[in-house]
């Protein structure tokens, strides 16, 4: 069975700050994805990116950043310069079986402040 | 390019009556779909995931059902509401060529149980 943590069930932040949002996953799969997902107030899961297993190089889209460690199991996600309108509910995922069934961590509520 | 739709919005209903939610997709053929719900506390569930028109996975037994009559078209019902079936209820949808573990989420339908 697959299993994602988010350790972090609130982070608050002053604009302008970085801030890193963990994510720890657990899969039997040799083969898999990771995702994360930004929930603002409207609620809708809004994608942000995808990462499969094989490829371990970090990425970097504008003020967003992740770094995917596989030894450590980790996929963590850095907003650079962070503003007001980053503030959501932003959730780690990992896919896997036949239908691609996505597994979701507990998310991280992230406030950033002006 | 694809969209997914999801309705009502918002729902208000008496313990024990039924209901009825659709998800629809546009712009796409044979997707996966899913239906998650989210209750307090921002945790997804997967509750039912489909690959094509009449077959239907169920990740946790409850006392929801979900059909596909088309293509892609995803209905999520109920014959007996209960209190806890209150939460916020998303309809995914993946399948897009060289994407297909990605998931697309409509904008969701807010569920009070009274």
């Known amino acids: 069975a697959q299993k994602v943590t988010q350790a972090q069930t609130e982070i608050s932040v002053v604009e302008k700050e970085d801030v890193t949002l963990d994510c720890v996953y657990e899969t039997r799969d040799t083969t898999y994805y990771l995702f994360w997902y930004k929930q603002p107030p409207s609620g809708e899961l809004v994608f942000l990116i995808r990462?499969?297993?094989?490829?371990?190089q970090n990425e970097i889209s504008g003020r967003y950043s992740w770094n995917f460690q596989k030894s450590t199991s980790s996929f963590n996600f850095t907003i650079t310069a962070s503003q007001v309108v980053d503030s959501a509910v932003y959730f780690c995922?990992?896919?896997?079986?036949?239908?691609?069934?996505?597994?979701f961590g507990s998310g991280t509520q992230l406030t950033v402040l002006p | 390019s694809q969209t997914i739709h999801q309705w009502p919005a918002t729902l208000v209903q008496p313990v024990g009556s039924p209901l009825s939610l659709e998800c629809t997709v546009e712009?796409?053929?044979?997707?996966?779909l899913y239906w998650y719900r989210q209750a307090a506390g921002r945790g997804l569930q997967l509750l039912f995931y489909s690959v094509g028109i009449g077959q239907i996975s169920s990740e946790v037994p409850q006392n929801l059902s979900a059909s596909r009559p088309q293509d892609r078209q995803f209905i999520l019902s109920s014959k007996k509401l209960l209190l806890s079936d209150s939460g916020f209820y998303l309809c995914?949808?993946?399948?897009?060529?060289?994407?297909?573990?990605?998931?697309?989420f409509g904008p969701g339908t807010r569920l009070t149980v009274l």
């Open positions: 995922a990992v896919s896997s079986g036949s239908a691609r069934q996505l597994t």
């Open positions: 995914a949808w993946s399948g897009l060529a060289g994407e297909e573990d990605t998931q697309y």
């Open positions: 990462r499969n297993s094989f490829d371990e």
């Open positions: 712009g796409t053929s044979n997707p996966n």
